[in-house]
């Protein structure tokens, strides 16, 4: 990518290219100041058809929607705390359980009852529909099972002597039967569902937070609220978060329409995506409420939006080129996609050949895509004193760092818009070739600011760093975005970092960059060659 000329452009990517060699470990969020209060939801994202969106709901009710998700909210704060969410089959409505029984209903959900009206002897701790949408069950922690509608008990734990409470539900394919899972790792069956396993007490450092079956119905995943995953059965593992230092328990999990990914959710509204699970958002540091679960459903396709699946790469390798090669020749035809880099280098700098390099990207059948420069501001920076969070005063870094940010974003988007760049992801370049501040946590707010401003309008993120760079700018911050990453020694070799052993941010690999020699080269990991629309635009 670019910053200066082509001379400190070489050395730049050879460093790290060599930081990207040496990287091991992983990624947390440290605590964010000021600003990070006033952290804003990203807004939908647009979806290809079949992919799903996801709901996160807090303690008070409140349900913030991500992606195509229907939203809702209770009409009250709920005094007794939500318990758990569920969706109706086809995504269009969804229930609310409280800790005390009471069901409350949204979109096409319906109700069928509820123990609102009940004295308990333990609380409610989760909820799941049948298939139908016709009715559903409620779990106490205690083990009882309370069914709805044309949900049928098929037996409880309600008596028995646990060694850990029971925190979920889930039912089997034919919904003559269901799972419950105890904090401790146990697995309990009634009705068809069959005992696929359970996590051994001696294996958990943390307590089980919910069971997830698979869309077959012969498997099950448990989560714990380190983060960690367990998998039985045909449940497949994508990946987890145990060992990770999080800012945050994980309180839920969700699947993918396809079985092939999930979410992980933490009390301070992460969402973590692994597998084909797309990112598309989160609740901002928690500013909503406490997060006490996730609930994945169905997407309506964005109008107009080619089917999944119509559009394929015709590689894998593509290009990225910026202003840098505004003089020269670009690359030959054979790539698949061409990534441009939308400012100069700098915040606030425009690429003087924005509009050809995009038309460049756009030829032969080729995917367009876009990245943007980050940069941290000096202190009182013009830029920086007046935006989305505010008139900052002299001494208030975090308000003035959120506002450059998200100016420089906006700034973009004016420069994209006149040059008809219409990239539906871009990439936040994040390089220690930049200004950054000595305070990491007032970096990973530049980061956060400039992704929040870019969800705002639809656009997915993601960020291309490695990881030393990563982890020296922003103390290694957690986001969940996918990741672009940097200094790969070959092509030969660029493949083999989609199994995420370079990530940072918590992130699944998306691409890969292999360190230039005339251009740089870059190499497509499974998600994007999954989907090229959700990241490349292409031509009519």
Known sequence: MGNNDRRWRRLGWRVGGLLATLAVGIVTMPPLRGTDAMSLLPLPQALPSKQPGYQLVTNGGDVLPFGSAPVGSAPEPLARGVA???????????????????????????????????????????????????????????????????????????????????????????????????????????????????????????????????????????????????????????????????????????????????????????????????????????????????????AQPKAGAKAEGTRRLTTRFGHDISWPQCNDPFPAPGYGYGIIGITGGRPFRENKCLAAEWEWALRNGSGAGAYVNLAAPEPGDPMSMNGPAGACGLHDLPCQFYNHSANNMQYALDVARRAGVDAPMWWLDVEVLNHWDRAQDLNALVVRAAAETLQKEGIRVGIYSTYLMWRRITGDAVFGLPIWVAGAPSDAVAPAYCDGRKSFNGGQTWLVQTLPILFDNNWACDPVVADPSAVFAFRD
């Open 84 to 298: 758990g969410v569920a969706w109706t089959a086809d995504g269009t409505g969804h229930w609310l359980a409280t800790r005390d029984g009471g069901v409350f209903t949204f979109g096409s959900a319906g109700f069928h009852g509820s123990l609102g009206d009940r004295a308990l002897t333990a609380p409610v701790t989760g909820i799941a529909s049948t298939r139908s949408g016709t009715g559903y069950w409620l779990v106490a922690s205690d083990g009882g099972v309370f069914a709805f509608g044309n949900a049928r008990f098929y037996g409880s734990l309600a008596g028995e002597r646990l060694h850990g409470r029971v925190v979920g539900i889930a039912p089997t394919r034919s919904g003559r039967g269901y799972w419950l899972a105890t904090s401790d790792g146990g697995v309990f069956t009634f009705g068809d569902a069959k005992y696929r396993g359970g996590a051994r007490i001696e294996q958990l450092t943390h307590p089980i937070v919910g069971i997830t079956a698979t869309r077959t119905g012969r498997g099950y995943w448990l989560a714990s609220s380190d983060g960690g995953v367990f998998t039985f059965g045909d449940a497949k593992y994508r990946g987890g978060l145990s060992g990770q230092r999080l800012n945050s328990p994980i309180v839920g999990m969700a699947v993918t329409n396809s079985g092939k990914g999930y979410w992980l959710a933490a009390a301070d509204g992460g969402v973590f995506s692994f597998g084909d699970a797309p990112f598309l958002g989160s609740s901002g540091g928690g500013v909503w409420g406490r997060v006490v679960g996730i609930a994945g459903g169905s």
